[in-house]
């Protein structure tokens, strides 16, 4: 919105001069989601405490400790990140911009999938929310539109083209098959998160970590000049995709001040649902699809245990891990909940160096 009411004023305002430029505004949305997410978080805590009663309901064949350190704690967190997320990026984003809006809609939708099933979840004081089954159709139609948006806002041949990191004249042509693939990135990757988020900040820092990544990602791929320099395949516009990342790495970091352990507030499905939807969505807009699959190794890892588990079990009856997702076999082993954490968000940093270093390998 500040871009499209203070930017045309430049000529006559100096300093407004500084909204045309898509760094000072992506900063501006970090520092402003974060803002907001600090001044709002305590009495959307209190609100969430005081209507949810005992708080998210544990998984009883989880963990034995959490059903003690956990129980009592709201959930629902993701409605703070959203807010901040969605506010910060209307006030900073040029509001013209087709990318934003899909990426928007999309991370707004998949967060209203994860709030009814967070809702049936406290209302039926159960673990167990919405079938598994409802969750994947009301993904997939989300997802499939978004990806025929994006589709449609992205030039020939890119628009149903998939890139191959490294090497940089490799596009394999999907043609009607691209939202298939498009809308399965979203849809994994929203679920992947989803299943991360087991422990106090676990989901939240790696979440952060990524949409660092392609925050710069995003800036370079809609700059003419980098992109050519890169060698990397130019989309006209969906730089302003960084001010989305840079707002998500704000109220990232503003709900982490409230889930660092012990958490005061989990996101619940409501903002890993979203999250990872977003990063699906901005993968695709900005065609790294598999370069998110590594800079988002961590959450394809914990996805990977989780069906490793469940095959392995169904086939011979025993297991792999001792629990599933894989932070859970490390508590199963004795590992503290810091110790798990910290180390995860090690690997996730070095996965983004990892992705990162695909930007410059040709």
Not at 228 to 247: K, M, R
Not at 295 to 323: D, N, P
């Amino acid at each position: 919105m500040f871009f499209n009411l203070i930017a045309p004023l430049a000529d006559q305002i100096i300093a407004a001069n500084l909204f045309r430029y898509l760094t000072f505004r992506a900063g501006a949305a970090c520092i402003t989601a974060f803002i907001l997410s600090l001044l709002f978080g305590p009495m959307m805590i209190r609100h969430l405490r005081a209507i949810q009663g005992e708080g998210q309901p544990i998984r009883p064949d989880g963990p034995e400790r959490h059903l003690i350190e956990k129980k009592g704690t709201p959930t629902m967190g993701g409605v703070l990140i959203l807010s901040a997320l969605t506010i910060s990026t209307l006030l900073w984003a040029d509001l013209r911009n087709g990318f934003v809006w899909v990426v928007l809609a999309l991370t707004l939708s998949y967060g209203g999938i994860g709030f009814i099933d967070d809702y049936i979840k406290l209302s039926k004081a159960n673990y167990k929310g919405l079938s598994s089954r409802s969750k994947l159709i009301l993904q997939s139609v989300f997802g499939l539109a978004a990806a025929v948006a994006l589709m449609h806002l992205t030039r020939e041949p890119l628009s149903t083209g998939l890139t191959v990191p490294v090497f940089k004249d490799v596009l394999i042509p999907l043609g009607v098959a691209f939202p298939l693939v498009a809308a399965l990135v979203m849809v994994g990757f929203s679920n992947a998160v989803n299943l991360t988020d087991g422990l106090d900040g676990l989901a939240i820092v790696p979440t952060i970590i990524a949409a660092g990544v392609f925050a710069l990602i995003a800036y370079l791929v809609g700059n003419r000049v980098f992109a050519d320099y890169l060698q990397l395949n130019f989309v006209p516009g969906v730089g302003e995709l960084a001010i989305f990342c840079s707002a998500l790495i704000g109220a990232g970091l503003g709900f982490l001040w409230f889930n660092a352990p012990p958490a005061a507030v989990f996101m619940g499905d409501t903002g890993s649902l979203a999250l990872g939807g977003a990063l699906g969505a901005v993968a695709v807009a900005v065609k790294h699809e598999i370069v998110l699959a590594i800079v988002g190794g961590l959450f394809v890892v914990e996805t990977v245990s989780v069906i490793i588990q469940v095959a392995w079990y169904k086939r011979t009856k025993r297991r792999v891990f001792l629990m599933a997702p894989l932070h859970h076999h490390f508590e199963k082993k004795g590992w503290s909940e810091p110790t798990i954490v910290i180390r995860f968000w090690i690997i996730a940093m070095i996965l983004a160096l990892i992705g990162l270093g695909t930007l410059k390998i040709r």
